[in-house]
């Protein structure tokens, strides 16, 4: 493994146990499904999907909340499975987490000051350090001037503004890895921009690897290096943001590029090939391709009978479907 790679999972599952029925039949859902990838240091990935795909499961599994069912977590090669506690402290001194919802993840209760101390405090840094840090992190997310924020409560911040001092709680112990979770889904439209560039300016300067989880294709072309589509618990294509984006391969990732509303009117009458139907359960997942039940190319025989494998279509633009079986490179 490249020195350069920071992260690397290893046909990683996530399944929850359920009860089902009178008779409590125990079946599984099986939110990450058997996911593979490498996470270079300073590189951003966007994972992308619909709702219920797994995506936020699997953020949550790498970020250590969710124990994986079965596969491998291996950070700057040491498998998370050997960690014991205090390995597991390490860990999370080197991730950070940017939720969704930045009013819901910060307490009410606590000012700025003290939401930025606390996980500092936890890890024994310093008091003068401590009060260097949080200047600088408010100082990078830009809630200047610093005296202005520090007695402030989060109710009295706008969202973006509750969303940068998510940021700066994430980035406060000097992470390698950040995983953004639909980090813009709940701000204005205005802000959607401001804080993705400021997430990427973070990225460059501290050499920071960022997963950005989102439903959004359309915003990733201005954060990742990488896309990796996700449907029902799997990766179905991963490639470089500009090549995945110019030439989509997967009928599902070409149906999320289609969804994209289209701002020129001249563009209103065009067709768009939305696939019908809804995401499968993950408890009972389609057997083969688990897109073939929406999908208008699927061969019968083979999309509903065997999985695809990753056809490698061009240098690291990979896709799970069927119809790429003999365009490899
Ligand atoms: Fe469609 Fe078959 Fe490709 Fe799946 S493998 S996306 S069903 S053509």
Known sequence: MSSNVLLTLVDLRKWYRIKKGIFGTVEYVRAVDGVSFNLRRGEAISLVGESGSGKTTLGKTILGLEKPTSGKIIFEGRDLASLDSKGMTWYRRQTGFVQQDPFGALPPFMTVARILEEPMIINKVEKKERRERIYRALTEVRLTPVEDYL???????????????????????????????EPVSMLDASVRIEILTLLRELQKRHNL?????????????YFSEWIFVMYAGKIIEKGLTSELLKNPLHPYTRALLQAIPDPDAKNRFVIREIPPGEPPSLVNPPSGCRFHPRCVFAKKGLCDKKEPPEFEVEKGHLVSCWLYENTEK
């Open 209 to 221: 690897s960022i997963i950005y989880i989102t439903h959004d294709l359309s915003t990733t072309r």
């Open 151 to 181: 007695k402030k409560y989060p109710h009295m911040l706008s969202g973006g503004q509750q969303q940068r001092l998510v940021i700066a709680r994430a980035i406060i112990l000097n992470p390698k890895l950040i995983i953004a979770d």
